[in-house]
């Protein structure tokens, strides 16, 4: 079960699981966002993840997918702790914590 700051993603119309992909030799990220596709660099710094400017299509979709992407690129726009347990990914930062699995 994807989460967004505690919102659950399941079966919310117009919006599908986010994903990032990272490039570790490129330093580049990539992915959807829930509506849209984004991509922009990452590095490492202080033991986090930490993702430059992102640019994103700009695609629309009805509420609540367009709130929820929004949550997703506030995340990702700070840095981020990551943690996996039990075949989820987290990443944890000022803004929330998003869970992928």
Request: charged share 10%.
């Amino acid at each position: 079960m994807t989460t967004i700051a505690g919102a659950t993603v399941a079966g919310v119309e117009g919006f599908t699981a986010p994903t990032i992909q990272l490039a570790a030799k490129e330093s580049r990220v990539s992915g959807t966002s829930g509506v849209n596709r984004y991509g922009g660099s990452y590095a490492s710094v202080d033991g986090k993840l930490v993702f430059g400017q992102l640019f994103s299509t700009m695609m629309a979709a009805p509420e609540p997918a367009m709130a929820l992407e929004q949550r997703f690129l506030a995340i990702m726009g700070t840095p981020l702790a990551v943690t996996a347990s039990g075949g989820a990914l987290t990443l944890s930062g000022d803004k929330g914590a998003l869970t992928l699995h």
